[in-house]
T-cell receptor
Framework: NAGVTQTPKFQVLKTGQSMTLQCAQDMNHEYMSWYRQDPGMGLRLIHYSVGAGITDQGEVPNGYNVSRSTTEDFPLRLLSAAPSQTSVYFC??????????????FGEGSRLTVL | DAKTTQPNSMESNEEEPVHLPCNHSTISGTDYIHWYRQLPSQGPEYVIHGLTSNVNNRMASLAIAEDRKSSTLILHRATLRDAAVYYCILRDNSGGSNYKLTFGKGTLLTVNP
């Protein structure tokens, strides 16, 4: 049972490049989400999904795209990277759609630098 | 915006109890209070959550005020490993969605040897 796995752990991009941050969980969780964390800040929600085929926007969705074709995977795509997207990205999942009572499990994070 | 208010930082000595406060004066009747912590260079990890009654687990205790407008996370004996940012968060029901957990800046806990 690996929990929530994020790849890559580190990535450097040039402005305008595209890339995908991968997130996989093996706990059969319905709910998955992506957060970003900037220095000295809390976590801000980018996108989330409550099941395969269902996604919605969080607090800071601009510049990011997501899809959920399977229960296990929830990739985050940067379409045209900008320096403002330099951040640490965390994927999280939960067994509870309502996440009111469910524990959120986080990955170890992906540190992205955009030059 | 986050609906909780926490001190920016607190200090404690090793082996002593720590009481981390959180104010949430606009909490709704069905909101659960969640606590997470983030160790340096790691993702957040769940600590505890509750609705009305005080809650205990192996990591900590959660004391919830009778009017539910505030709560306190209690670490009974702080260790150096407890040095982290502690987040008090509520289910975010803005926009009619109950799928968002909003993390504020949290409280940075420093534990002195």
């Amino acid at each position: 049972n690996a929990g929530v796995t994020q790849t890559p752990k580190f990535q450097v991009l040039k402005t305008g490049q595209s890339m995908t941050l991968q997130c996989a969980q093996d706990m059969n969780h319905e709910y998955m989400s992506w957060y970003r964390q900037d220095p000295g800040m809390g976590l801000r929600l980018i996108h989330y999904s409550v099941g395969a085929g269902i996604t919605d926007q969080g607090e800071v969705p601009n510049g990011y795209n997501v899809s959920r074709s399977t229960t296990e995977d929830f990739p985050l795509r940067l379409l045209s990277a900008a320096p403002s997207q330099t951040s640490v990205y965390f994927c999280a999942s939960s067994y509870s759609r309502a996440i009111n009572t469910g524990e959120l499990f986080f990955g170890e994070g992906s540190r992205l630098t955009v030059l | 915006d986050a609906k909780t208010t926490q001190p920016n930082s607190m200090e404690s000595n090793e082996e002593e109890p720590v009481h981390l406060p959180c104010n949430h004066s606009t909490i709704s009747g069905t909101d659960y209070i969640h606590w997470y912590r983030q160790l340096p260079s790691q993702g957040p990890e769940y600590v505890i959550h509750g609705l009305t009654s005080n809650v205990n687990n192996r990591m900590a205790s959660l004391a919830i005020a009778e009017d539910r407008k505030s709560s306190t996370l209690i670490l009974h004996r702080a260790t150096l490993r407890d040095a982290a940012v502690y987040y008090c968060i509520l289910r975010d029901n803005s926009g009619g969605s109950n799928y968002k957990l909003t993390f504020g800046k949290g409280t940075l806990l420093t534990v002195n040897p």
